[in-house]
């Protein structure tokens, strides 16, 4: 019901910055929460950023007030701005859609930055931060 395509990533040096976007299409009911995760070779997949359908923002502690995630709802677009990338920013990175019901954004819930209930994956972009 959602299919979602990942670009804009690259190699970059420390301190670069990038611009991921990811083109979202299908039925808006299952896109109500978009999200940003990311996942290094051998470690586990980790939720950078989460945006709902009213413009309410989550980060994750690691890119607080580096990235921004952001969504254009006329184009159907969710992006990911990174700046001061760091090469522990290095990782393949996500898009995902999720529909309402368990909330990814409130802290006190029990999916709060939780990769596990975002049922639609895009095909990942790969991010490369070198020092």
């Known amino acids: 019901q959602v299919q979602l395509v990942e670009s804009g990533g690259g190699s970059v040096h420390s301190g670069g910055s990038l611009r991921l976007s990811c083109a979202a299409s299908?039925?808006?009911?299952?896109?109500?929460?978009m999200g940003w995760f990311r996942q290094a070779p051998g470690e586990e997949r980790e939720a950078i950023a989460i945006?709902?359908?009213?413009?309410?923002?989550r980060y994750g502690d690691s890119v607080k007030g580096r990235f921004t995630i952001s969504q254009d709802n006329t184009k159907n677009t969710l992006y990911l701005q990174m700046n001061s990338l760091k090469p522990e920013d290095t990782a393949m990175y996500y898009c995902?859609?999720?529909?309402?019901?368990?909330?990814?954004?409130?802290?006190?819930?029990?999916?709060?930055?939780?990769?596990?209930?975002?049922?639609?994956w895009g095909q990942g972009t790969q991010v490369t931060v070198s020092s």
């Open positions: 995902a859609a999720k529909a309402p019901g368990c909330n990814p954004i409130m802290s006190s819930g029990n999916c709060y930055l939780s990769s596990a209930v975002f049922r639609y």
């Open positions: 945006i709902d359908s009213g413009g309410s923002t």
């Open positions: 299908g039925v808006t009911y299952y896109m109500y929460y």
